[in-house]
């Protein structure tokens, strides 16, 4: 889960501010998460490691370390060129910004009930 607390108490903002910061993030990486998509398909390993690294700076702002480890984790590889399945790693990765969506939710809708 989200820690929107934690967050806006570190950046001195509200919770609603919190928010829409993680929706940005959101926003954000579905855009690299497409041009990742091509770039392993085009097995263009610059490509793979500067959208990975776009993704993981944001989400280590938010403290998103479940994000962060597969953005790494892409990166390392593809900065040694090393010849694994990308597809599943980038299906890891994609499920970890799908939990950040879902928590997102959850926590719109316990901020609603507040």
Known sequence: MLDIDTLSK????SQEQALEKF??????????L???????????????????HRIGKKASKLELNFVTIHTE?????A???RDTDYKI???ELRASIQ??????????QLLNYA
């Open 73 to 77: 984790h892409i990166e390392i590889l």
């Open 89 to 91: 790693l980038f299906e």
């Open 23 to 32: 929706e940005h993030f959101l926003e954000y990486a579905q855009i690299q």
């Open 10 to 13: 570190r950046l001195k903002i």
């Open 34 to 52: 497409a041009n990742l998509e091509d770039a392993i398909e085009a097995e263009n390993y610059s490509k793979m490691i500067k959208y990975c």
């Open 79 to 81: 900065t040694f060129k």
């Open 99 to 108: 939990k950040v969506h879902e928590s997102l939710q959850l926590n719109q």
